[in-house]
C-alpha cells in the first residue's frame, strides 16, 4: 500500500541500491524484523503457554507499570500524581478481576484477622499509615460527594465507595489501639 500511494518518479529518486548493498542498512532491518518482532512475539507466545488467563491478564495489564518503572529507573523519569492514581487503578482493577469484589473484602478480613500477630512497632506504624489514610479517605469522600453532585446517580459507584469505605472502616476497627 505504501508503494502504491507514492508517485513512481519519486520512487525513481530513492537510492535503492545504496540502501540494499549498505550492510549497516541491511543490519537494522535484520535486527528490527528478526530480532526484535519476529523472536520476541515467539518467545512471548512459548511463556503464554503455561501461563494462566489469570497470569496473563495481569502480565498484560501491568505493561504500562513496568515500562514506567523502567523509564524512572533507568531514565530518571518523575513521576506524577496522575502516574501514580492510574498505577492504582490499573493495580485495583487487576485484583477485581481476579478476585472480585469478596475476594478482595476476603483479603482486607484475612489482613485484619492476621493484624494481632504483628509485633507492637509495626502495629504503631501501621495506625499512623491507617490514620493517613482514614483523612486521604475522608478528604477524597468530601470530593467524590462535590463532583458527584454534578454527576447523574450511578448505583454502581456508590456501591464500590461503600464497600471501600466498609473496608477501610473494618481494617480501622481491628486495629489494636
Same mark, same amino acid.
Not at 492510574?86 to 492476621?114: D, P, Q, R, W
Not at 495506625?127 to 454534578?150: P, R
Given at each position: 500500500?505504501?508503494?502504491?500511494?507514492?508517485?513512481?518518479?519519486?520512487?525513481?529518486?530513492?537510492p535503492?541500491?545504496?540502501?540494499l548493498?549498505?550492510?549497516?542498512?541491511?543490519?537494522?532491518?535484520?535486527?528490527?524484523?528478526?530480532?526484535?518482532?519476529a523472536?520476541?512475539?515467539?518467545?512471548?507466545?512459548?511463556?503464554m503457554?503455561?501461563?494462566s488467563?489469570?497470569? #496473563?491478564?495481569?502480565?498484560? =495489564?501491568?505493561?504500562?507499570? &513496568?515500562?514506567? /518503572?523502567? *523509564? $524512572?529507573?533507568?531514565m +530518571?523519569?518523575?513521576?506524577?500524581a496522575?502516574?501514580?492514581?492510574?498505577?492504582?487503578?490499573?493495580?485495583?482493577?487487576?485484583f477485581?478481576?481476579?478476585?472480585?469484589?469478596g475476594?478482595?473484602?476476603?483479603?482486607?478480613?484475612?489482613?485484619?484477622?492476621?493484624?494481632?500477630?504483628?509485633?507492637?512497632?509495626?502495629?504503631?506504624?501501621?495506625?499512623?499509615? #491507617?490514620?493517613s489514610?482514614? =483523612?486521604?479517605w475522608?478528604? &477524597?469522600?468530601? /470530593?467524590? *460527594? $462535590?463532583?458527584?453532585e +454534578?454527576?447523574?446517580?450511578?448505583?454502581?459507584?456508590?456501591?464500590?465507595?461503600?464497600t471501600?469505605?466498609?473496608?477501610?472502616?473494618?481494617?480501622?476497627?481491628?486495629?489494636p489501639?
Amino acid at each position: 500500500y505504501g508503494l502504491s500511494a507514492i508517485d513512481p518518479s519519486a520512487l525513481q529518486s530513492y537510492p535503492w541500491a545504496e540502501w540494499l548493498t549498505n550492510p549497516s542498512i541491511l543490519f537494522s532491518l535484520f535486527w528490527t524484523g528478526c530480532i526484535t518482532t519476529a523472536l520476541t512475539i515467539y518467545m512471548e507466545n512459548k511463556g503464554m503457554e503455561t501461563l494462566s488467563a489469570a497470569e #496473563a491478564t495481569v502480565i498484560f =495489564a501491568t505493561e504500562p507499570l &513496568w515500562g514506567t /518503572a523502567f *523509564a $524512572t529507573v533507568v531514565m +530518571s523519569e518523575q513521576l506524577g500524581a496522575n502516574s501514580l492514581i492510574g498505577a492504582a487503578f490499573i493495580m485495583f482493577a487487576c485484583f477485581y478481576s481476579n478476585l472480585g469484589m469478596g475476594g478482595i473484602t476476603g483479603v482486607a478480613k484475612g489482613i485484619n484477622e492476621k493484624a494481632s500477630e504483628v509485633p507492637a512497632k509495626v502495629q504503631h506504624q501501621w495506625v499512623s499509615f #491507617a490514620g493517613s489514610v482514614a =483523612a486521604s479517605w475522608a478528604s &477524597w469522600d468530601v /470530593a467524590m *460527594a $462535590t463532583a458527584a453532585e +454534578s454527576l447523574p446517580d450511578m448505583d454502581v459507584i456508590d456501591d464500590t465507595l461503600d464497600t471501600l469505605n466498609g473496608i477501610v472502616t473494618d481494617v480501622l476497627d481491628n486495629l489494636p489501639w
